[in-house]
């Protein structure tokens, strides 16, 4: 067999019509379901990394929440000494402190808050993969919503025991938890994906997020309740605009306060969800072709 | 034909040269359009890598290989066409395979493992054999930031052949590490070839490329130049490389030519044992320099004299004038003369010619070529192996008693007793 020579030499100009095959989002779902193991693994790493070399390991995700649970104690029942704001009370008349108040909120906000802080640079410090093997690309932010969310799972088991010891059993209002988490995760992941890809070519996002969400949690009642703003109907109008404030409020009576999701409000972010979820979907899988060549 | 393991359909690929890469907010706003320049990296490749074979990428460097092989790999996606791949790969890039610096050399066989689509048991089940392969056992506790170049390599390979994925795409890993793992690599990489699985790697090292390949493609500036068997093409690569177009002549430039010029050589060719013009050349077989002169004046008693060196003309490996072997010329108008030495003797390697035209005794040279041709020497398939610049036919004896008994010596050969 000679040696053949196959093309000509090459033609000046780059081709005008481009024929590419593009990716299809069915295509990309069907990636990140094969994947599934990669994603575990992922996650598996995310977390390795953020404990390496320390004492505790997976043990801190336990502590943290145990401290800060007795920190906001401490602080709100002898320094501050306030009882503000649990303005609805539990039906069998329980009292609820306000630590725990506050903290049942913030469980699911810090998955949220959590979610889209470490996937904005997801991809962009994904770059000694992206630029060694092929993967599907949108698992990047979708570890990062997992790995936050075993981080919640740590702080929701340290919730469930503190309600349990503290103001009494959970009602089967409990049920409903998963659905309102899932909310959560649906809207994290939407807008997960554009974070991550967005970052990637612009990287103030990295730095926009962070304030953005300061901002956001003090849009959203974590330390206050929706009664609190009642007075002033503006207020209390833009935050129920606010696509946290269904979760966050339902996840809080379904857990402490034994009284049915907020499911209006839930619903309103449902539909935000799943808005940020199409949108985030072909931002990043219009984009990703790129990522192996700017990260 | 065959299955393709990987079919490239007009693949162009470009890069953005920005010169002033810009990735903040500001500079996007303060200056809308971003400087750059496209430059086309592949240019319309189309290509087949047939299933089960070995197929080499060579080319300058920035000729396109990497961007082929990532392309390949599916890391890089083209600008236009495509690239097809039936079956599972793995790819090697640049010594890596996506370790995660901060985890340590087991946690990372894992997680390559299942970025190359192994489940964790089945990269629990090979295990062993990836770190017998590494040769690093007691590292594997160690976060891989802390790992040499070498160690780093070796990890990489072992765990992207003990994936065994059916396609292997390799980017220059045998250039790396000690002697010892380098031969690990080939054996791994034989064994791979042996069990029928597909192989493309890049490499500048045109002794793998030859010894571990069947097929090679040349790449230029982007396009394809050539494809085929890799010794041919290897071989006129390399022809290009160390000799220039292997076309017509062009001559030497001034600064290698010198002489009275009553006589010119007026074009000189190298040519093989076919008659075929060509810079490249193998040992053991012809190789024939046809020289055209034109005289201006009738000349007695002309020396033709020709010379061989090493291209780094350090070693002076030939050296003789037509005289010596019974030709002495009369030049008059135009006439041509052939050197031939019907069995090459040189080895693998560069070398340089030097022709010249001069008077019996060299007191007046005519024209001289001074290391003005360059040629390259390839292995022959047909030879035994053997180290060093020269081939030389040679015999081994051996017998026992008397060291001088070699008279009548109890030898299979009788070809010295004649």
């Keep these: 067999m000679g040696s053949q020579s196959l093309t000509a030499p090459p033609p000046a100009l780059p081709p005008r019509a481009t024929r590419r095959r593009p990716v299809s989002i069915r295509g990309s779902l069907r990636e990140l379901v094969q994947a599934r193991e990669l994603t ?125 010891l503290v103001v009494g059993p ?64 503006g207020v209390a109008t833009l935050l129920k605009l606010n696509p946290m404030t269904g979760v966050v409020v339902s996840l809080r009576n379904v857990t402490l306060l034994d009284r049915g999701p907020e499911l209006g409000l839930l619903a309103g972010d449902l539909g935000f969800a799943l808005i940020a979820l199409a949108v985030g979907a072909v931002v990043f899988n219009r984009s990703q072709r790129l990522f192996a060549e700017l990260v | 034909m065959a299955l393709s393991a990987i079919a490239c359909h007009d693949v162009w690929k470009s890069y953005r040269v920005y010169h002033e890469p810009s990735h903040t907010l500001k500079e996007k706003v303060l200056f809308r359009r971003n400087r750059y320049e496209e430059f086309w990296a592949l240019k319309g490749i189309d ?58 050399g087991r946690e990372n066989v894992f997680l390559s493992g299942s ?172 190789l024939v320099v046809r020289m055209t002169y034109a005289a201006k004046e009738p000349l007695p008693n002309v020396l033709c004299s020709a010379s061989v060196y090493r291209a780094d003309g350090l070693a002076h490996l030939l050296g003789q004038n037509s005289r010596s072997r019974g030709l002495v010329l009369e030049l008059s108008g135009r006439g041509v003369i052939e050197f031939t030495v019907p069995e090459l003797p040189l080895l693998k390697g560069a070398y340089v010619l030097s022709v010249a035209l001069h008077d019996d005794p060299v007191t007046k040279i005519y024209d001289w070529h001074d290391r003005a041709y360059s040629f390259f020497v390839v292995d022959n398939p047909r030879l035994p192996p053997e180290a060093g610049m020269v081939h030389v036919e040679s015999r081994w004896r051996t017998w026992t008693g008397d060291p001088r008994a070699a008279a009548a010596p109890p030898a299979p050969e009788v070809r010295s007793a004649s």
């Excluded at chain 1, 501050?80 to 906000?109: C, E, M, Q, S």
């Excluded at chain 1, 612009?202 to 206050?224: E, S």
């Excluded at chain 2, 039936?86 to 985890?103: K, Q, R, V, W």
């Design chain 1, 40 to 164: 575990v693994n992922l996650v598996r790493r995310d977390l390795k990394v953020e404990h390496r070399g320390t004492f505790l390991g997976m043990l801190w995700s336990l502590a943290t929440p145990l401290l800060l649970v007795a920190l906001y104690y401490v602080v709100f029942k002898f320094i501050i000494g306030a009882h503000p704001a649990v303005d609805k009370p539990r039906p069998d008349g329980n009292d609820v402190p306000f630590a725990l108040y506050f903290f049942a909120g913030l469980t699911v906000w810090n998955l949220f808050s959590n979610s889209l802080s470490r996937s904005t640079t997801s991809v962009t410090s994904s770059g000694y993969l992206l630029r060694k093997v092929y993967l599907p690309k949108a698992i990047l932010p979708l570890a990062s919503v997992l790995s936050s969310l075993v981080t919640f799972a740590f702080e929701f088991v340290v919730l469930m025991v503190a309600v349990l």
């Design chain 2, 47 to 104: 290509l087949e890598v047939p299933v089960g074979s070995t197929t080499g990428i060579i080319g300058a460097n920035g000729s396109g290989k990497s961007t082929m092989l990532k392309t390949m790999a599916r890391i890089l996606t083209p600008n236009a066409g495509y690239v097809e791949v039936n079956g599972t790969m793995a790819s090697l890039l640049e010594l890596g395979i996506g370790f995660h610096p901060d985890l340590t």
């Design chain 2, 115 to 286: 970025l190359l689509g192994r489940t964790r048991r089945d990269v629990a089940a090979r295990y062993d054999e990836i770190v017998d392969l590494a040769g690093i056992e007691p590292f594997m506790d160690v976060a891989v930031k802390n790992y040499s170049t070498g160690m780093y390599a070796r990890l990489a390979f072992a765990v992207a052949v003990s994936v065994e994925p059916e396609i292997l795409l390799v980017d220059e890993v045998l250039s790396v590490g000690d002697e010892d793992f380098q031969m690990r690599c080939y054996d791994r990489i034989s064994e791979f070839k042996a069990e029928g699985r597909t192989i493309v790697l890049v490499s500048h090292a045109m002794d793998s490329i030859r010894s571990l390949c069947d097929r090679a493609v040349w790449l230029e500036e982007g396009a394809l130049r050539e494809a085929g068997e890799a010794h041919d093409v290897v071989a006129s690569y390399l022809g290009e490389v160390h000799g220039g177009p292997s076309g017509p002549s062009e001559g030497p430039s001034e600064e290698r030519r010198f002489g009275s010029g009553e006589a010119l050589l007026t074009d000189v060719v190298l040519l093989d044992g076919t008659g075929r013009s060509t810079s490249t050349f193998r040992t053991g077989e012809p």
């Design chain 1, 170 to 233: 959970p009602s089967a209002q409990l049920l409903w938890a998963p659905a309102i988490v899932a909310v959560a995760l649906v809207m994290a992941y939407g807008l997960a994906l554009l974070l991550s890809a967005v970052n990637v070519f612009l990287r103030d996002t990295a730095h926009f997020i962070g304030i953005l969400l300061q901002l956001w949690f003090w849009a959203t009642p974590v330390i206050y309740s929706l009664q609190f703003v009642a007075k002033n109907p």
